[in-house]
């Protein structure tokens, strides 16, 4: 049944919806959500909300999902509070759900909730929305299967049956004591072996990987990744259990993070799709632009300075942008590196001084092949040797700088909980061009006195 | 049982392991293997030898796939051919099997696999390695559970029960006709559900997204993510089940793809982690110097052909890191969101005329807004029209050239089905200064002339 969405198709489906065609929506039910969603979004808003409005209650709430924020947007502005809860809302999973409800407007969240039939949804819902953003608690649901230690297998089956039904698959078993603590799982596989009459007591794992509630999803992902789990139980202060993690919402926030550190790295300053209006990618890149600006006209000011040796030594003038472009790129490389081991928590034991002191290695035999290379060039196609040492020195300084600069950045921001991505963005690229500047005219001064 | 690594521990254990403690190994068979290969991650190479030595069979193979390459590289170099197939492939799923053996030395490859007494795994093996690099075939395991269509769910449980001793986790049982074809999935869930006496005609899903066995890893990870699937089947080309992949693969590989893109946008030719060797980081950050070093030199070239203009008009040089670096800028930029958009193919249908335009659109936004910025500084600071006016106009120009390029690149590149995230290296930021310099020089000409 693999889908794939082509223009043909795209611009066929439009005409059938303008036609208003009776077949549409008989089509459109054997479609998988995550297809009608792909649809939507490269519709306009009208034909959207037609398509939409083709689809039975069940099936708009999981396409619901799917769509693209500003979509689902518009669609939920045109409904009640009423209808969100009962159309949208009671068909979905409580982490689905909150995640919905958490994008409301604030006024429309607490209406939405209060019209919620099941009282159960309403409070598992409530409890959602309270957890921080891009925490365990706000990923998790709470639909989850669980058993009690000294149940038998089929007791255990018995139970499952009826908990099944609220559960959309089923990957683990969790096993509690009496006080609902979490002190196990039950692989599938297990109640697949064990005979039906026997208890489960030897037939679950007790080595489980729980988080808390307010574990920190960077962490979920790496110990989702690390221990290769499908779905990771969550528990509360008093080890109770009380949702479940599975990698698919992991997997969203893995990418979501991934693509930050590359907009920043890239300096772009929002989430932003290409597919996004042209307003909204301007915004995006500007504020970036701005600090590249700032950068610019402080390094004008800085050769304006030197205006003096510039009149005197035109050819300095040559290497000006050489200097600037390799203190950035040198920076970001750093940088780059040490964000990427910070996201991994990859950075190994060793403290600050240990990483300064190998970057600055790193940086040395970077920095001397480099400065070699341009010596020679240097010694044969100008006549100035002052120039020649003046480029090649300062390269070396500049570079070992920066890379030290760049190492050092990532590291105190995320002592202080900033985001380190944010070291490998335009800001330290600007502040390197600059103090490349600055060391290239200051030695060039030195070298035109000396030699 | 959350574990974590710190130092003290690590201090502690090392100081156990040194002094032969007899007490390490029960303490060592507690533990994850991810948590034992954390750990070895971390000794040096003699302590990890003999903390592995210390594990016993089961568990050690199961560390060495979790360990990093290199270190697994060194340990199996101690074993011979024999023992690799008998202590470690043996214990190992087909995937994780095949994973291990491809990073053998060639001539070994062959002899450890003739080593392997279970025929089935060896064939298993066999299949997997011949399949492309990052493709489904080299994700999958072999090892799933499938019943067919109608059988009885008691029939299925028993079936089940049987083929459960070779899987690890059991996330999904494949429903197949006669003839091994895929024709459908049934959640574990429907079989709680069901009476143990009926067929499960009406328990499965005929819905089943498969991939065939050379699909490409990335259209493998969209699809899972897509679809949020935990598990996914593959088939050959005659839709019988070959495999199935499980999302964690496809977790290390999307991070490993998101990682490749953040390094090469950050300069980094080689995949590198910081704590790496010297060597191995100057390596891996060397080439895309030389570029940014090419570059600096072309630059200066161009400078210096304006070598003129500059001893008339001194003050053109202070805005060349300005010029320079914002081309650079843009250009990342716009290449950034293109090669974002073409890894999760979310560019839009509307072709590379429509992108291009978009594009100028944009930097026309940005390039005005900077410009007259620009000029106001200029007005207030500086004593010459023309400069302002050059560089205001320079900078629109090359904003937008810029913006151009970084879109058109990837999009060409990806067509000629090279890794557009080239685009986002130093290579498009050094053509970028370049050709800024250029327009800034040219338009620098003109205007003293006219004003």
Chains 1, 2 share one sequence.
């Not at 598992?124 to 953003?133: C, F, N, V």
């Not at 006080?179 to 037939?203: D, T, Y």
């Not at 109770?240 to 990418?255: A, C, K, P, Q, S």
């Not at 907009?263 to 970036?288: C, F, H, K, N, Y």
Request: charged share 25%; proline share 2%.
């Amino acid at each position: 049944m693999n889908f794939e969405l082509t223009k043909t198709y795209l611009d066929e489906l439009v005409t059938a919806l303008r036609a208003r065609d009776s077949h549409l929506s008989t089509r459109l039910a054997k479609l998988h959500p995550a297809d009608i969603a792909e649809i939507m979004d490269e519709l306009d808003m009208d034909d959207a909300r037609v398509l939409y409005g083709l689809l039975d209650e069940a099936q708009a709430s999981e396409v619901l999902v799917e769509l693209e924020e500003d979509i689902r947007e518009k669609l939920l502005e045109a409904l009640s509070s009423r209808q969100i809860a009962e159309t949208v809302i009671e068909n979905l999973d409580s982490d689905d759900a909150a995640d919905v409800i958490a994008e409301l407007p604030a006024e429309r969240k607490g209406e939405v909730i209060s019209y919620i039939e099941d009282q159960q949804q309403a409070q598992d819902i409530t409890d959602l929305l309270a957890y921080g953003e891009d925490t365990a608690g706000a990923l998790m649901a709470k639909e989850l299967i669980s058993v009690e230690q000294d149940w038998t297998v089929l007791r255990c089956v018995r139970e499952m049956r009826k908990q099944a039904e609220q559960v959309d698959q089923v990957y683990a078993v969790y096993v509690t004591d009496k006080n609902k603590k979490l002190i196990g799982v039950l692989p599938v596989k297990n109640l697949l072996l064990v005979p039906a009459r026997q208890s489960i007591e030897g037939a679950y794992d007790r080595d489980v990987v729980s988080v808390e509630a307010n574990t920190d999803a960077e962490e979920v992902a790496r110990l989702m990744d690390k221990y290769n789990l499908v779905v990771l139980p969550v528990v509360n202060a008093n080890k109770e259990l009380v949702g479940r993690i599975t990698i698919d919402d992991v997997v969203d926030f893995i990418r979501e993070e991934a693509k930050e550190d590359y907009q920043m790295a890239s300096g772009i300053s929002e989430d932003v799709e290409s597919s996004d209006s042209v307003w909204l990618l301007t915004r995006a890149r500007l504020p970036w632009l701005l600090i590249g600006l700032l950068g610019g006209i402080l390094g004008a000011r800085v050769i304006g300075f030197y205006e003096e040796d510039i009149h005197l030594y035109p050819e300095m003038a040559f290497f000006i942008p050489l200097i600037a472009a390799m203190g950035g790129n040198v920076g970001v490389q750093s940088s780059a590196i040490i964000v990427q081991g910070l996201a991994t928590k990859s950075l190994g034991m060793e403290g600050i001084v240990k990483k300064l002191w190998k970057e600055f290695t790193v940086a040395l035999l970077n920095g001397t092949a480099l400065s070699l290379l341009i010596f020679g060039y240097n010694l044969i196609f100008s006549d100035s040797l002052s120039l020649s040492v003046t480029v090649s020195f300062s390269l070396l300084i500049v570079i070992i700088f920066a890379g030290l600069f760049g190492t050092f950045v990532p590291l105190v921001l995320d002592k202080y909980k900033i985001d380190p991505a944010l070291a490998t963005g335009p800001f330290i690229t600007t502040m390197n061009d600059i103090i490349g500047l600055l060391i290239y005219f200051i030695i060039g001064g030195l070298m035109y006195e000396l030699l």
